[in-house]
């Protein structure tokens, strides 16, 4: 267990340091939450030009209305800045810089909504496409393929790993801000306030790419603890920083972390730990730190094995591929298994290419049914239905089985097809214990997507496209399909320190908390063992 950190003077002379139980490293794209859409330079630029900027806009615009909304946790993951208006000097500051950086990227924005509202109408007639490729704004020109369905309906497939390899991968845009944590709502919500300079606290901002030795440094130090002299000269340290970092550290203690007893641990949220005859495999992990301030028991970073030899990600969605955790652990990672993405959509994007620039070397991407086997045991792919708001973006569930058992990760999954369902098991073989989480109600199509889109949805398409999992009625199929004895609800962003993620908490009155209290109940009254996960919990 980590001790208090000592004063600086002390910190500074160290020959190992890690980081303070309650020191949280927030991976930053311009001053924003890194997430999986603001590495990519295509939907970099959307989000940027299409979200960012306005909201940036419209703080300037009326400052004193985003504070106010910005105070009532009812409206917490609204659009709504949650900076106080003393500091518009350093959002307009903001603003301006980041019209500078991004100005390619800007007018790709434009020029793709301008490109792709014109295909889609004038490129209708199904006639020969290689013509269009001259109307291609050469800003994008290199990375995309003009493309048909078998309806003779045109679209635009890029081509993302060469977009990396152009000057709209903004990589010194990247950056970090170490800080402690003193309350799990401490952190605004992560999508609609950007993280300014200048806060206090200690805190400290390094822009350093995402894939360099600098950023190994920090993000890797509770995993692989250096030297502060090591660490000072890596980062390049003035002796005003390296006091300031020192605040922030502790020294480096034996590894006590907690020895799985059980074949599930449950870490909070979609995360679950399974430990089968010495191999761990986690699915969708989002770790918190330890706040200083004290909050609800979790497993952080200190209890989870030093090995991880399967990290398995259900889909791009921010609360499950946590770019914060995932280049924490990425020294412990042994593999990490992804959804393969096909680029028909450009928001379909890869989660290796954006794994592999944030220092996380090992990715396999798996497809439907793929497996893969470890000693008495295999982590299988399982499709998924529903969540991404009918968009065609990539994503498994998981099935792993432990010797002749075998549990299902089903994370936000919809029982859309409950043949589907028929067919996995005929594949797989019965699963005995089934996690999924009933998020009924969602976020409409314009939550994540929004910015991805080249003309607004209309409301009714808005409203009618949620990002959504099962009812009680589906999660129950899910689990009567594959034959399974226990049911257990999950993902459901009960957890404080998903909350920065998620938005507004959830009250008792939630739809989504009553669907989950009735799935529930009425898996128990058709005789499964049933539990809602909150929190941190272990069984077998």
């Not at 603003?95 to 793709?112: G, H, I, Q």
């Not at 109307?135 to 081509?159: A, G, K, N």
């Not at 398409?461 to 689990?479: F, I, M, T, W, Y």
């Amino acid at each position: 267990m980590q001790t208090t950190p000592p004063v600086a003077g002390d910190v500074l002379a160290l020959d190992k340091v890690t980081l303070a139980a309650s020191t949280v490293v927030e991976p930053l794209v311009a001053n924003w939450c890194a997430f999986s859409y603001l590495l990519p330079p295509v939907t970099a630029s959307l989000y940027f030009t299409n979200y960012q900027l306005a909201l940036l806009n419209s703080y300037i615009e009326q400052p004193e209305s985003h504070a106010k909304a910005a105070a009532d946790p009812h409206l917490s993951g609204g659009p709504f800045v949650n900076i106080a208006p003393s500091r518009i000097a350093d959002v307009v500051r903001l603003r301006d810089d980041s019209l500078r950086v991004f100005d390619e990227n800007k007018k790709l924005a434009e020029e793709l909504a301008a490109f792709l509202n014109a295909f889609a109408v004038d490129a209708a007639d199904g006639l020969a496409i290689a013509p269009w490729y001259g109307r291609v704004s050469e800003r994008f020109r290199p990375f995309v393929e003009l493309v048909y369905d078998y309806h003779h309906r045109p679209h635009v497939r890029f081509i993302e790993p060469l977009t990396y390899h152009s000057p709209l991968y903004r990589r010194e845009s990247q950056g970090l801000r170490v800080f402690s944590l003193n309350r799990d709502t401490d952190r605004p919500y992560f999508m609609n306030t950007p993280r300014l300079p200048g806060g206090g606290g200690g805190e400290q901002f390094f822009s350093t790419p995402f894939d360099t030795d600098a950023c190994k440094a920090i993000t890797e130090l509770s995993s692989a603890p250096l030297a502060f002299s090591e660490l000072r000269e890596r980062l390049e340290l003035t002796d005003e920083d390296a006091e300031s970092l020192a605040q922030l550290l502790v020294p480096a203690a034996p590894v006590t972390a907690r020895r799985p007893s059980n074949v599930y641990t449950y870490l909070g949220h979609a995360s679950v730990m399974t430990h089968w005859k010495g191999t761990t495999v986690i699915t969708d992990p989002v770790i918190s730190v330890t706040p200083s301030g004290g909050g609800e028991p979790r497993y952080s970073f200190d209890d989870l094995p030093e090995h991880i030899d399967y990290v398995a990600i259900t889909h791009n969605h921010h609360d499950h591929f946590a770019l914060e955790t995932l280049m924490r652990l990425a020294p412990r990672i042994g593999t990490l298994l992804v959804p393969r993405a096909t680029g028909f959509v450009y928001g379909d994007v890869s989660l290796k290419s954006i794994a592999k620039r944030c220092n996380i070397r090992n990715v396999v991407e798996m497809d439907a049914l793929d497996s893969i086997p470890f000693p008495d045991g295999e982590i299988i792919a399982i499709p998924f239905l529903g969540e991404h708001s009918d968009l065609a973006h990539s994503k498994n569930a998981y099935a792993v089985r432990t010797g002749k058992r075998c549990a299902f990760f089903g994370a936000d999954s919809d029982c859309l097809n409950d043949q589907m369902y028929s067919v996995v098991r005929s594949a797989v073989g019965a699963v005995d214990s089934v996690f999924i989480g009933t998020e009924n109600v969602g976020g409409p199509l314009s939550w994540t997507c929004g910015p991805l889109l080249p003309s607004p949805p209309s409301r009714q398409r808005n409203q009618s496209r949620r990002s959504h999992g099962c009812d009680a009625k589906r999660a129950l199929r899910v689990a009567e399909v594959l034959g399974a004895t226990r049911v257990f609800c999950y993902g459901m962003g009960l957890e404080p320190w998903v909350r920065h993620l998620l938005g507004a908490a959830m009250s008792a009155d939630s739809p989504q908390l009553l669907t989950a209290h009735e799935f529930v109940r009425n898996a128990r009254a058709a005789g499964y063992e049933a539990r809602l996960l909150h929190g941190i919990a272990s069984f077998d």
